[in-house]
Nanobody, 127 residues
Framework: HVQLVESGGGSVQAGGSLRLSCAASGYIYRSKCMGWFRQAPGREREGVAAMYTGFGGGNIYYDDSVKGRFTISQDNSKNTLFLQMNGLKPEDTAMYFC???????????????????WGQGTQVTVS
């Protein structure tokens, strides 16, 4: 059973930074993809950033809205995923979720339906 626990959310002023963390436990498949998604009230959940974290992985993907501002990374043990968010804007306000998948279709890495495991989310508010 895979468990994902996010942390690091909070309230910041526009232009500020936050770093989200996602601690993964349980059986982590060798070939996998992990990502960050967000959902604002009344809107669909959308992919923000994702990366292949398994053997031979490393490809990284960003939504256009966050390119140049957000950075996804993992620690050496590959059990913690991070999202460094700089230059935050009010439109970045949302609940942020960590997600993991055994495999994803390469043409839809940021598609929420590709992911099987989800954390409970951490709130990010930018004013």
């Amino acid at each position: 059973h895979v468990q994902l626990v996010e942390s690091g959310g909070g309230s910041v002023q526009a232009g500020g930074s936050l770093r989200l963390s996602c601690a993964a436990s349980g059986y982590i498949y060798r070939s996998k993809c992990m990502g960050w998604f967000r959902q604002a009230p009344g809107r669909e959940r959308e992919g923000v950033a994702a990366m292949y974290t398994g053997f031979g992985g490393g490809n990284i993907y960003y939504d256009d809205s966050v390119k140049g501002r957000f950075t996804i990374s993992q620690d050496n043990s590959k059990n913690t995923l991070f999202l460094q968010m700089n230059g935050l804007k009010p439109e970045d306000t949302a609940m942020y979720f960590c997600a993991a998948a055994r495999t994803v279709y390469a043409g839809d890495v940021l598609g929420k339906n590709q992911y099987e495991y989800w954390g409970q989310g951490t709130q990010v508010t930018v004013s």
